[in-house]
């Protein structure tokens, strides 16, 4: 029987069965701790690969903490980190930035459909000249790839941004808790969307593709690691793990074979089918483009409210925007997006349940 599926958020996904088995075999004997054993190293050298460049990683187990390091390494107390006004650091991670950095300032900015607007970081970046020391200084600039929205940063958008930041000397930072779905929806390299284009830190998410608790703070500009505050950071949050072996497996099973990219696909896929099942049932288009794993729409709270009654998980409308996000997984199936579009119908036609 076809499940009900949760399309609250990726995060609700249960992980691969590859990922499964190889952590199921990184249990087998023992190994160094602390990232010392032969699957860290690996898969450090699996990164290196990956992005095509030197570079240096460290595994941690969320997003917000990955995030909030890469952050710490890139600022210093008194910096300012710009963003998108919905920027998952500014809007979602409990002021977790401002505590890994020691209480650097993180500004949301206006953004068009949760991307940065480059003229608009031009003039936040003018408002501020000549402020110092009387308030926070911009230090880093930070986008989601994909955004917030679904929307997947391009090349030479992120190179625009990236440009500006430089001539003022910041740093570019990357929330990259969905960068498999963008790499997959824009059929590019990870370097390409990545430090090919400024980003000089990035959190790599694998968490919301297939994975558990598995995450990586990547430092492209290895400047930032000169000494040891990097990895005193990353003890003092709590970060350095004694076990890493089962991340690192976890990174190694996702990138044999480009599974990762494949499971990106899967999901960017069924998003695709979602969002054209949805507009066939109650003519609503999807409130932006459907580019990566992400779905935007207004559907009528009785709706929704049925689905739920029905089984499937949606969460409640964003109180800002009235829109309902439903985002798919690796796994999620045409068979699931399809029970989902029928049971959509039978509720707008008002049909029993069963």
């Known amino acids: 029987m076809t ?4 399309l609250s958020s990726d995060t609700h996904a249960g992980a691969a069965p590859e990922v499964l088995a190889a952590v199921n075999a990184a249990l087998r ?3 160094p701790a602390y990232g010392n054993d032969a699957l860290s190293e690996r898969a450090a ?3 290196r690969d990956l992005f095509e460049t030197e570079l240096e990683a460290f595994a941690v187990v969320s997003g917000t903490a990955a995030n909030g390091l890469a952050l710490a390494i890139a600022t210093p107390p008194f910096g300012e980190v710009l963003c998108q006004e919905s920027a998952h650091v500014a809007d979602y991670e409990a002021g977790a930035p401002e505590f890994f950095t020691g209480g ?3 500004t949301p900015l206006a953004s068009r459909a949760g991307k940065l607007d480059p003229a608009g970081l031009k003039h936040a970046l003018a408002l501020r000249d000549g402020a110092a020391p009387h308030r926070s200084q911009p230090a880093v600039v930070s986008i989601a790839q994909a955004n917030e929205y679904g929307l997947a940063y391009r090349p030479d958008e992120i190179r625009e941004l990236a440009g500006i930041a430089r ?3 910041l740093r570019m930072h990357m929330d990259g808790a969905r960068l498999a779905n963008a790499v997959a929806a824009l059929r590019t390299s990870p370097a390409d969307l990545t430090w090919r284009s400024g980003v000089d830190v990035m ?3 694998l968490t919301k593709n297939g994975c558990i608790a598995a995450e990586f703070v990547v430092v492209f500009d290895r400047n ?3 000494g040891v505050g990097a990895e005193l950071r990353r003890k003092r949050a709590g970060h350095l793990l004694c076990k890493e072996r089962f991340v690192a497996a976890q990174l190694l099973a996702s990138l044999e074979g480009d599974r990762w990219i494949a499971w ?8 695709q089918r979602l969002a054209g099942r949805i507009t066939a049932a109650t003519g609503l288009g999807p409130a932006f483009p459907v580019e990566t794993n992400q779905v935007f729409v207004r559907l009528p709270e009785a709706a929704r409210q049925g689905l739920v009654a029905r089984g499937f998980g949606i969460a409640p409308p964003d109180p800002g925007s009235g829109l309902v996000r439903l985002v798919t997984s690796f796994d999620t199936s045409p068979a699931e997006v399809d029970l989902l579009a029928d049971e959509l119908e039978a509720v707008l036609e008002g049909r029993a349940e069963g």
């Open 29 to 31: 004997g023992d190994a």
């Open 104 to 106: 650097a300032k993180v």
């Open 45 to 47: 050298r699996g990164l």
């Open 203 to 205: 959190s790599f998410g």
């Open 3 to 6: 499940r009900c599926r949760d």
């Open 167 to 169: 001539l003022r000397g």
């Open 224 to 226: 930032l690691c000169a």
């Open 264 to 271: 990106a696909r899967q999901a960017n896929a069924a998003a």
